[in-house]
């Protein structure tokens, strides 16, 4: 049975905004997504909100409900009591355009500053040989929408602007990762996520983890490991002397 919900979104742009309530039909079945585009035709025809699939597979309609970073397209009204004021506002660590609409270009710059895949010289395409459990890791890695809720939630970023130079976020680590561990990438990638990525600012809170719609395992099955093993270099004595003896 339908009912009246009552929403409270944010309203604005870069420069100033709030929140205001309204009270928007819900029917069984539908997400908090169907409420903001029946806000949108029925009241507030100028509200700004990116979305795509409506499937959580296009990684568009990223937002905040009630404080936590979601896909609006999944998020089922069912969750909330029917009296609940649902709150919806703009991911926090993006700069907002308007309304619900940030600017990701943070996560662009960062997904540029990353080396590509580099195979061995002598290899060719279509030469390439790997073990299915190889092929597994990436394929877990790759199932990321690009949603950004991961880099949204991390702490480090969420209330540090400073930190976005030095901080790449769980989504571009998890990038490096995964071509650290790729047997067929010959690039050494660990001084660069500790000294240019800053790998050593996440504290494996596993927060990206709890709110990445992908249920991807980013801090087990990438920060962790790619930790490890910038730890293995730094302290294997072998490295230890190399790096003294020829300053590398
Ligand atoms: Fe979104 Fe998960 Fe990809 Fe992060 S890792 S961008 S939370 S899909
Ligand atoms: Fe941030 Fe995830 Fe590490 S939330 S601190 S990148 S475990
Ligand atoms: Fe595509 Fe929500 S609209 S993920």
């Not at 409270?8 to 409420?35: M, Y």
């Not at 976005?164 to 001084?191: C, Q, S, W």
Request: glycine share 6%; charged share 30%; net charge negative.
């Amino acid at each position: 049975m339908g009912y009246q919900a009552k929403l409270r979104v944010w309203r604005g742009d870069d420069g100033s905004g709030d929140l205001q309530d309204f009270t928007v039909e819900a029917n069984e079945g539908e997400v908090v997504l169907d409420l903001i585009h029946r806000l949108q035709a029925t009241q507030v025809p100028d509200l700004a909100v990116r979305w795509n699939c409506k499937a959580g597979k296009c990684g568009s309609c990223s937002a905040e409900v009630n404080g936590r970073p979601r896909l609006l397209c999944m998020t089922r009204m069912s969750i909330f009591s029917e009296d609940e004021t649902i709150t919806v506002t703009p991911m926090r660590t993006f700069p907002v355009i308007r309304d619900l609409v940030t600017d990701v270009s943070y996560n662009y710059t960062k997904a540029r500053e990353i080396p590509s895949f580099t195979p061995p010289e002598d290899l060719k395409p279509g030469e390439y040989r790997m073990q299915q459990v190889d092929v597994q890791r990436s394929q877990e890695f790759r199932k990321c929408i690009e949603c950004f809720l991961c880099q949204d939630t991390c702490h480090v970023i969420r209330d540090h602007e400073e930190n976005k130079t030095a901080f790449a976020g769980p989504r571009y680590l998890m990038r490096i990762a995964e071509l650290e561990m790729h047997p067929l990438d010959v690039a050494d990638r660990r001084n660069e996520a500790q000294t240019d990525h800053g790998l050593g600012y996440c504290n494996i809170t596993k927060c990206c983890t709890e709110v990445c719609p992908e249920n991807i395992h980013i801090t087990d099955n990438a920060l962790i490991p790619m930790k490890e093993r910038v730890a293995d270099r730094r302290y294997d004595p072998i490295v230890w002397l190399g790096n003294k003896l020829f300053r590398r």
